[in-house]
T-cell receptor, first 113, second 113 residues
Framework: GQQLNQSPQSMFIQEGEDVSMNCTSS?????WLWYKQDPGEGPVLLIA?????ELTSNGRLTAQFGITRKDSFLNISASIPSDVGIYFC?????????????FGKGTKLSVKP | NAGVTQTPKFRVLKTGQSMTLLCAQD?????MYWYRQDPGMGLRLIHY???????AKGEVPDGYNVSRLKKQNFLLGLESAAPSQTSVYFC????????????FGAGTRLSVL
């Protein structure tokens, strides 16, 4: 089945640093979504992307829908402690057998000791 | 702003016991989903529903049953719980398949001893 490779699996940040993560797939997607999950909570939508090449921002977060439609990137600028959590990418292929979201395994963001 | 509400939030079962997890959404969404989240595995789709009275299997449906008798509710049942079903369960809903932005509940933490 379709799979998303999300990297890195985990990373440590210091306040003020910029953060980058990405998702790649061998399949084409029509929509890319980025979610954040805080400890003990459900995932919350951060950004939705609908067109190849689209670049969308939400505050300090910027996400891009790759030109090939097989990847997406999320950048966080000037990180703050509340950015800690797990970030998930999700792709949707309208023409797939289910038309359901496929989720990456997540990037866990932690604060450097 | 209730959104997606899951009950219970926590539950401990003994092997072989049965239970039902309830998901309720107040956004008039057609589509509803049940996922399980395990460490390092991301979100895996158990079952989903495209409308009242319909259900379909997802990626990991074995050992679970679902029902969607009312549009706003989606029930997940475990007939005979097994330790392998220890997980965090998330319910989600979306307006449609094409506009598949899914909104998640806060999760149910289930331990099967």
């Amino acid at each position: 089945g379709q799979q998303l490779n999300q990297s890195p699996q985990s990373m440590f940040i210091q306040e003020g640093e910029d953060v980058s993560m990405n998702c790649t797939s061998s399949s084409i997607f029509n929509t890319w979504l980025w979610y954040k999950q805080d400890p003990g909570e459900g995932p919350v939508l951060l950004i939705a992307l609908y067109k190849a090449g689209e670049l969308t921002s939400n505050g300090r977060l910027t996400a891009q829908f790759g030109i090939t439609r097989k990847d997406s990137f999320l950048n966080i600028s000037a990180s703050i402690p509340s950015d800690v959590g797990i970030y998930f990418c999700a792709g949707l292929n309208y023409g797939g057998s289910q038309g359901n979201l496929i989720f990456g395994k997540g990037t866990k963001l932690s604060v450097k000791p | 702003n209730a959104g997606v509400t899951q009950t219970p939030k926590f539950r401990v079962l003994k092997t072989g016991q049965s239970m039902t997890l309830l998901c309720a959404q107040d956004m008039n969404h057609e589509y509803m989903y049940w996922y399980r989240q395990d460490p390092g595995m991301g979100l895996r789709l158990i079952h989903y529903s495209v409308g009242e009275g319909t259900t379909a299997k997802g990626e990991v449906p074995d050992g679970y049953n679902v029902s969607r008798l009312k549009k706003q509710n989606f029930l997940l049942g475990l007939e005979s719980a097994a330790p392998s079903q220890t997980s965090v369960y998330f319910c989600a809903s979306s307006y449609s398949r094409g506009l598949n932005i899914q909104y998640f509940g806060a999760g149910t933490r289930l331990s099967v001893l």
